[in-house]
């Protein structure tokens, strides 16, 4: 059986930068991570980490090895 993914990044979203999605014109947030790989998500999956100074900090995504979305969290 394959294990899960986990992929490790670093995030700084300002509130305004983030504001984007709720006015439609940005869908999806893009970093590089650790490993040097460029991943792509829906923004929602990190709505729960908004401030007033936005997103920012070290994350570790979850997915299943079909490379579906399982969970995010905050490590600092």
């Avoid at 899960?4 to 709720?22: M, N």
């Avoid at 014109?25 to 490993?35: E, F, G, P, R």
């Avoid at 829906?42 to 729960?48: C, H, L």
């Avoid at 997103?55 to 995010?72: C, D, Q, R, W």
């Amino acid at each position: 059986m394959t294990q899960h993914q986990y992929i490790r990044f670093a995030l700084s979203l300002s509130y305004d930068q983030y504001l984007k999605v709720y006015q439609g014109t940005v869908k999806n947030v893009s970093v590089v991570a650790d490993d040097g790989r460029r991943v792509a998500f829906p923004a929602g999956k990190v709505q729960s980490f908004l401030t007033r100074q936005g997103i920012n900090g070290y994350f570790e995504m979850e997915l299943t090895p079909e490379h579906k979305f399982v969970s995010i969290k905050k490590l600092s």
